[in-house]
């Protein structure tokens, strides 16, 4: 059996990580005080732009890990954590003890994954 509530800490610590690299990220923007309309405009610091698209990027990808681990916890709430949010099965407990946020089982997030690409 899974201990569900050293799970729930587990999603919730990483949670909690996830946001305050979102939050630095934030300070780290050379754009983040600026209106993005300016973004375009010719002779805007070409290393600041840089540095910008380099932030969005990696925010994209915090954030997309924050949904899940979200999902995640929400699943605990209502009681369903551990079933693959597409076919309905249980996942795999090795897979869980691995990601405690997996929403998806291995052969469904490959799936997904590939779709993505
Ligand atoms: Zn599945």
Do not use: W
């Amino acid at each position: 059996m899974i201990d569900i509530n050293k799970i729930r800490i587990q999603i919730e610590q990483k949670r909690d990580a996830l946001l305050s690299k979102i939050g630095r990220l934030k300070r780290d923007d050379p754009f983040a005080q600026t209106d993005r309309s300016l973004i375009v405009e010719p002779g805007t610091d070409a290393s600041a732009l840089f540095g910008h698209e380099q932030v969005v990027v990696l925010e994209n990808k915090l954030r997309d890990e924050l949904k899940e681990v979200e999902r995640a916890l929400t699943k605990i709430k209502k009681k369903t954590y551990g079933v693959c949010e597409k076919c309905g099965k249980q996942i795999d407990l090795a897979r869980l003890m691995a990601k405690p946020t997996a929403i998806y089982c291995l052969r469904d997030e490959r799936e997904i994954e590939k779709k993505k690409r």
